[in-house]
Every structure is written in C-alpha cells, then in structure tokens.
C-alpha cells in the first residue's frame, strides 16, 4: 500500500509541475498509466517512474454537458481518451481546444489543471 500511495503522490506532484509521469514495471517493462498498484501484465509490485512526452492524439471523447455538481459553469466540455505516444491512453479533460474541432485523431499535448486543492489531467492543442 505505502509504495502505491507514493507512486500516485510523485504521479500528481509531477503533474502540478506540468509533468507528465508513468510508471513502468521494473521486471517485464509494461506501462502504467494512471499508476496501478499492481503490474497488470506479471502482478508484480516494482514500479519505477519514467518521463512520458505527454504528446498524444485524441481516441475518442465525450462531451460533457450536464456536469457534476460545481462544475455547471464550465459546460460543456469536453473528455477525451489520449492514446500518447508511449503507447499508453489517459483519460483528460480538453482544454483550449473549440468543440467543434474536436475529432479523433487529433495531436494534443499534456496540460496540468491545476485549482486550489487539486491537480487534474488536462491536455490542449499540440
Ligand atoms: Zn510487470
């Protein structure tokens, strides 16, 4: 549990820091994206930190335009799933980019959210 909490606490640090960190599994190499506890692919629990480019495109989205609550004046916006070119996908919120732009297919780059007390996953135009 302690090594998991403190991969998902660099995960966020280096996000505020407009970084973008995966984590790889030191015995079989595979990619974590958002930091799992356990390797998926050999169940092992040896995960190293590694820089990711934070460079993608956009696999699919969803526009959101009923909100969670507190969040009614940023609507719509949009979701999307980033496949980056590690080869892992991330989930993030759209920013910058005009909905009516936005297609599969399309470069995108990492952008931290960042508000008082939490640290999201953004990603903007390439
Ligand atoms: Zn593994």
Known sequence: MTER?????????????GRLTGIRCARCGGLSLPPKEFCPVCQQRQWEPVPLSGSGTVSSFTVIRIPPRGRLPEAPYAVAVVKLDEGVSLLGRVVGVPLETLKTGLPVKFRALLSENETGIGFGPA
């Open 5 to 17: 909490v403190n991969t998902l606490k660099t995960f966020f640090e280096e996000a505020r820091a």
